[in-house]
């Protein structure tokens, strides 16, 4: 038998799970959260073998989870379930330390299956995410792009950072479009997803 515990905010969500979970007879669902602090408490509380984990969750954010779940419980395997794709989170989702990572588009036989390879020890990811890798070249930042991501993740504003920096708007744009080019990253909530995922880039000279 095959423990889970779901981690979703949406109540429709988990209970649309809870269904196809119960046509299997392999699978047991032992617990659920709705943020992320409670799925931490959760994970305390029950022993599983596989996370369903969404990534956008209120307290806690899927990615920021990934690292303190597996310091709880470094044996469970976690699939990510989510409404982003892939190429957005996928790396870093296996980088931290996912078994999987699927849309949640996908038919729920599709979901059944990961289950159960996950279970198995295999990793669910596409080709080009597993080989990323091992072909990625280390992220450089500068000493102003580090400063500049430090405050982003603080949730200051453009304004707020060039009056801190003592440069202008401009440059701060210009700034947060390098690192979203270096990053790969499409907004500002990408790259504090990041920098969260990261904390020790942040800390570099």
Same mark, same amino acid.
């Given at each position: 038998m095959i423990k889970l515990i779901l981690a979703d905010d949406h109540a429709v969500v988990r209970k649309g799970l809870q269904l196809f979970i119960g046509y299997e007879d392999n699978l047991e669902l032992v617990g659920e959260a709705a943020d992320g602090e409670e799925l931490l408490e959760v994970i305390k509380a029950k022993d599983a073998d596989v996370l369903l984990l969404d990534l956008d969750m209120p307290k806690l954010n899927g990615i920021t989870a990934i690292r303190k779940i597996k310091e709880l419980k470094p044996n469970l395997k976690i699939i990510i379930l989510t409404m982003h794709p892939e190429e957005i989170y996928g790396k870093t989702s296996y980088q931290m330390g996912a078994s999987g990572y699927l849309i949640k588009n996908e038919e729920p036989k599709v979901l059944i299956s990961a289950i159960n390879k996950v279970y198995e020890g295999e990793k669910v990811f596409s080709d080009s995410v597993i080989n990323a890798r091992k072909r990625d070249k280390p992220i450089r930042l500068s000493l102003r792009e580090i400063e500049v991501l430090k405050l982003l993740s603080t949730g200051k504003s453009n304004k707020d950072i060039s009056e801190e920096l003592e440069i /202008?708007? !401009? $440059?701060? /744009? $210009?700034? !947060?479009l390098r690192l979203l080019n270096k990053i790969g990253a499409k907004s500002v909530v990408d790259l504090v997803n990041f920098s969260n995922s990261y904390p020790d880039i942040l800390h570099r000279n």
């Open positions: /202008s708007d !401009k $440059t701060v /744009s $210009t700034y !947060k």
